[in-house]
């Protein structure tokens, strides 16, 4: 799996569910692949076929609170897999899993966020070429109005504020919003029309930010990072890492506004970085000879993927407060929570213990998880044939 695809995967968009119109679908789908698109391809690269040994990196951007305690580290179950040469191996925890019930009359719905605390879930549904906003609180779904023809949420915080990117109904102009007490706010941007991607990013306390290049650049060329700080609809250019002089693109924000995401030079994804508001930072250490990106944030984890040259990428787990990091031979991490769980769309949770997997609903279902909590909850989809579901599960 090379980075454009590992981007994909992702925000993939939900296959058809029954009845809807493939091509609306792949319209809808065409349209988010193209506003999710970070950067180019690493450069071809291909899977580690060893679990990597243990690299000890530079401290993290600052001194980070312990992780809870008590709680297993989950890069120690890698480095002893990483003794005997083989990955952890599933534990005998029992994960069960539910449909998300869904609006009445909602189409080619998927989910896009969580937050820590499980508790609220954001998603969108198919509608003509765009697509609506959901929000579930406590499995209940609710369609969200944010004065827009097409938006999708991309982060959702204990609150249950959310943060996302909508469009006009031709796609021309994007806004970047941000949705609480049942209101959505548009946050102005710079002059000039600006494409968004992949998606908003939001914290607990009310940060939001974004990727933007200006309509028509592709790869980042000529990109920025925008941030919001709370309550304000005025946009600040994030300053890069300190000391990078590449491009940027970030991927997440913790509660104590740490960033994570990578560098990148000629389109194509370089280091792996976390970093402050103010651009003080540190770049994540890899195995030698490999690039890397952090794809998600949560406490002191960071998860992602790393390259090698012709190969595909492979799953990565930081600990962003030591500096440690593991490398498995899976597929990369597409989130991480507080306590260091991983989560690719494999179906499978790289937890302290070991590696989960989650059940399919039905015989001959797929599943695709997506998005993990603090509290283990995990959200994605099944699939059988062209029919997706969204799904979430309990460890």
Not at 80 to 85: I, L, P, R, V
Not at 325 to 332: A, G, H, S, W, Y
Not at 371 to 383: C, E, K, N, R, W
Request: hydrophobic share 40%.
């Amino acid at each position: 799996m090379n980075e454009d695809d590992a981007r994909e995967l992702l925000h993939a968009t939900a296959a058809p569910v029954s009845g809807v119109d493939l091509e609306t679908v792949v319209r809808a789908g065409r349209r988010r692949r193209t506003r999710r698109r970070v950067a180019e391809a690493c450069g071809g690269v291909a899977v580690i076929a060893a679990v990597a040994a243990a690299v000890t990196v530079p401290a993290a951007v600052r001194d980070h609170a312990p992780a809870t305690p008590g709680a297993a580290d989950p890069a120690a179950v890698i480095e002893q897999a990483a003794a005997s040469g083989a990955s952890p191996s599933p534990v005998a925890v029992t994960c069960q899993g539910r449909e998300l019930a869904v609006p009445s009359g909602a189409q080619g719905v998927t989910v896009t966020a969580i937050d820590p605390s499980g508790r609220y879930v954001a998603g969108w549904s198919v509608h003509g070429s765009g697509s609506l906003p959901i929000l579930w609180t406590d499995g209940v779904p609710a369609r969200l109005d944010v004065g827009a023809p097409s938006a999708e949420i991309g982060a959702v915080n204990r609150s249950g504020a959310a943060a996302g990117v909508a469009s006009s109904a031709d796609f021309a102009t994007e806004w970047v919003f941000r949705y609480e007490h049942g209101h959505a706010t548009k946050l102005n941007g710079l002059p000039g029309r600006w494409h968004y991607y992949p998606q908003a990013y939001l914290n607990d306390a009310g940060y939001v930010l974004v990727n933007a290049e200006p309509q028509g650049n592709s790869g980042g060329v000529g990109g920025v990072t925008l941030l919001w700080r709370p309550g304000s609809t005025t946009a600040e250019k994030l300053p890069l890492p300190t000391g990078t002089k590449n491009s940027a693109g970030i991927f997440g924000i913790t509660d104590d506004n740490t960033i994570a995401g990578g560098t990148y030079a000629d389109g194509a994804g370089r280091d792996a970085y976390v970093w402050d508001v103010q651009g003080h930072g540190r770049k994540l250490d890899a195995p030698q000879g490999t690039t890397a990106v952090a794809y998600a944030v949560r406490g002191d984890w960071a998860t992602g993927g790393v390259w090698r040259a012709g190969h595909d990428g492979t799953l990565a787990v930081w600990n962003i407060r030591t500096g440690a990091v593991r490398v498995l031979p899976q597929e990369i991490g597409t989130d991480v929570n507080a306590l260091g769980a991983a989560v690719n769309r494999t179906g499978k949770v790289f937890r302290p213990d070991g590696v989960a997997t989650l059940p399919p609903l039905a015989k001959g279902q797929s599943v695709h998880g997506a998005f993990i909590a603090d509290t283990g909850t995990v959200v994605g989809d099944v699939s059988s044939g062209h029919t997706s579901i969204p799904a979430i599960w309990t460890c």
